[in-house]
């Protein structure tokens, strides 16, 4: 089992950066994949970004490729999402989230995450 808890959400304009962190505990942080998932309000929660566990395979949603880059650091117990070039439509709460049973390769379940932290807001404002 490991507990997730978000951190670095915030206000920003749009066109704006942000970093997330999330801080897990135990021993098993390097054997998941992680993953970044939003839900914005009336919205059902959705898939970001996924990170394999050695870190060496990434994923993202449509939405958010090639503007949000997600990273882990096996030794520090962190996963991260570098969010760039923000917009509007990106408000929502950010969740952290492990995989404990999914293997994280071509064609996954991206909704198969075990563990989640309890979200950070992000606000991007126009």
């Known amino acids: 089992q490991v507990q997730l808890v978000e951190s670095g959400g915030g206000l920003v304009q749009a066109g704006g950066s942000l970093r997330l962190s999330c801080a897990a505990s135990?021993?098993?942080?390097?054997?998941?994949?992680m993953g970044w998932f939003r839900q914005a309000p009336g919205k059902e929660r959705e898939f970001v970004a996924a990170?394999?566990?050695?870190?060496?395979?990434?994923y993202y949603a449509d939405s958010v490729k090639g503007r949000f880059t997600i990273s882990r650091d096996n030794a520090k117990n962190m996963l991260y999402l570098q969010m760039n070039s923000l917009k509007p439509e990106d408000t929502a709460v950010y969740y952290c989230?492990?995989?404990?049973?999914?293997?994280?390769?071509?064609?996954?379940?991206?909704?198969?995450?075990?563990?989640w932290g309890q979200g950070t807001q992000v606000t991007v404002s126009s």
């Open positions: 135990g021993r098993t942080f390097s054997k998941y994949g």
């Open positions: 990170i394999s566990s050695s870190g060496g395979s990434t």
């Open positions: 989230a492990a995989y404990a049973r999914t293997y994280i390769g071509p064609g996954f379940d991206r909704r198969g995450a075990d563990y």
